[in-house]
């Protein structure tokens, strides 16, 4: 695991699944107490949690675009992937692993 967090790559995929998992608890958690329960705060506390992780990962995916000379398709799909539900963990899987493999 520590392996990681030696490239930059290996940290975007750190990265990623942080994210990742925090819109899954926002999407399926805290929207569920903020909106049936009426109990907001989780969700003030994981939305801003959440939301420097979505910025942190769009630097993040920027910056190796511009570092490593990654396509615009690259570059999209990965973006991409970070609006999506469960969309981090697929860029992992088919572009970043594929990515380091090389």
Do not use: C
């Amino acid at each position: 695991m520590l392996d990681l967090f030696k490239t930059q790559l290996g940290r975007l995929r750190v990265l990623a699944f942080v994210e990742g998992v925090s819109f899954l608890i926002i999407l399926f958690i805290t929207m569920p107490l903020k909106y049936i329960f009426q109990m907001p705060e989780p969700n003030q506390v994981f939305g801003l949690a959440h939301g420097i992780l979505f910025v942190l990962y769009v630097l993040a995916v920027v910056q190796i675009k511009i570092e490593q000379n990654w396509k615009l398709s690259t570059t999209f799909w990965a973006l991409l992937a970070s609006v999506v539900p469960f969309g981090t963990f697929w860029a992992d899987k088919k572009i970043f692993q594929a990515i380091e493999s090389q």
